[in-house]
């Protein structure tokens, strides 16, 4: 007997070469802006353009890129949160069962 796959096996974070399709067209995106965001090996801070669209939030090195660095899968974190580090200014947590991302405005 076959199993099924569930959708929340796939990884919640992707690596993919060219901006994705939803992305091409204005009316798609719901906001977008600049976040600095934690590094996962290297841990210091990086400024990207983030967009939201379609219930993923996309990741990009500037405005202007069209290829993007990942994408967080947001119906599949387990939470988002604020962070009580007031150095940090605006933060927040965003946890999936593979990684936390921590994002600052």
């Not at 076959?2 to 993919?16: G, I, K, M, Q």
């Not at 009316?27 to 669209?53: A, C, Y």
Request: proline share 4%; glycine share 6%; hydrophobic share 35%.
């Amino acid at each position: 007997m076959a199993t099924e796959e569930s959708v929340y096996d796939e990884p919640d974070f992707t690596l993919r070469k060219k901006r994705p399709a939803p992305l091409e067209r204005d009316d798609e995106v719901f906001i977008d802006g600049f976040l600095q965001k934690l590094g996962r090996i290297f841990k210091s801070w990086k400024r990207r353009w983030f967009v939201l669209s379609g219930g993923k939030l996309y990741y990009y090195k500037n405005e202007a890129c069209t290829r993007f660095g990942g994408e967080i899968y947001l119906e599949r974190c387990e939470s988002v949160s604020p962070l009580n580090a007031s150095h940090l200014g605006a933060a927040f947590q965003i946890k999936s069962k593979s990684r936390t991302y921590v994002l600052v405005r």
